[in-house]
């Protein structure tokens, strides 16, 4: 689902010299397109970028910080009016997270099936494995992220399963660390590649670059309707964080 997508795409926020190998957990997903989403996680901070692009986001936490960096504009958006949104959730949804059996080997991880479903609607199958969440030191993200709502997409627009993300967020963060799911058509999507630990970071860290344009969310989405001529869809984020939670 994509809430539990989006979680494995964000990324760190500390000071960290480039190029300097650290305790990082280095997760890479299949994209969309055939790209590859690279993402690394350290405690309650995480790095995500998806490869070629020159955008990524860095998240802390335990600072509630979120930012989304555009190399080519040289531009920070201050994204942290997520951890706010969670407070919109509307209110009438029963979740239901049911475990299907056991699911394919992924990233040389079994894993086990679970049917997601909201008010009786069938949603996504996640993926889950107990090992990998270990192996990659997850827990303390997952209990994290479980409280924050990325989707900018106000509720009136968004169907039951989108609106339930957070909510499925709770329910799996203990069952393990989401490695796939395979939609409502049938497709696997957000397919882990592999999980790399004690991975060497990308130059710049998890440091917030200096020097760059700061902007809010908001900034970002009304320069964004300007450029288009008028409503429509809150400006995207990038990479893309629908793509791997």
């Not at 997903?29 to 995480?46: N, S």
């Not at 949603?123 to 990325?150: H, I, Y």
């Not at 990308?202 to 970002?220: F, H, L, T, W």
Request: proline share 6%; aromatic share 6%.
């Amino acid at each position: 689902m994509k809430h539990f997508k989006l979680v494995f795409t964000l990324s760190v926020l500390s000071i960290i010299l480039p190029f300097v190998a650290n305790a990082a957990t280095l997760i890479e997903t299949h994209g969309e397109a055939g790209t590859t989403e690279k993402m690394w996680v350290e405690g309650k901070k995480m790095r995500a970028g998806i490869t070629p692009a020159g955008e990524y986001i860095l998240m802390d936490m335990g600072k509630k910080k979120i930012y989304i960096i555009d190399a080519n504009k040289k531009e920070i958006v201050d994204a942290t009016n997520f951890f706010n949104a969670n407070k919109s959730i509307p209110g009438g949804l029963k979740v239901s997270v049911t475990h299907m059996g056991s699911g394919p080997t992924i990233a040389g991880y079994a894993t086990e099936k679970y049917q997601l479903s909201v008010n009786g609607e069938q949603c996504e199958q996640a993926m889950l494995s107990k090992k990998a969440l270990k192996d990659a030191r997850l827990g303390p993200m997952l209990e994290a992220v479980s409280t924050v709502n990325f989707n900018p997409t106000p509720p009136a627009f968004l169907g039951n399963c989108e609106k339930a993300e957070t909510l499925f967020a709770k329910r799996m963060k203990k069952l393990g660390m989401p490695l796939g799911s395979i939609n409502q058509d049938g497709k696997m999507t957000g397919k882990v590649k592999r999980i790399v630990r004690n991975a060497r970071l990308p130059a710049g860290g998890m440091a917030v670059p200096k020097g760059y344009r700061m902007i809010s969310m908001e900034q970002k989405m009304q320069e964004t309707l300007g450029r288009t001529g008028g409503p429509g869809a809150p400006a995207g984020m990038a990479p893309d964080m629908k793509t791997m939670m």
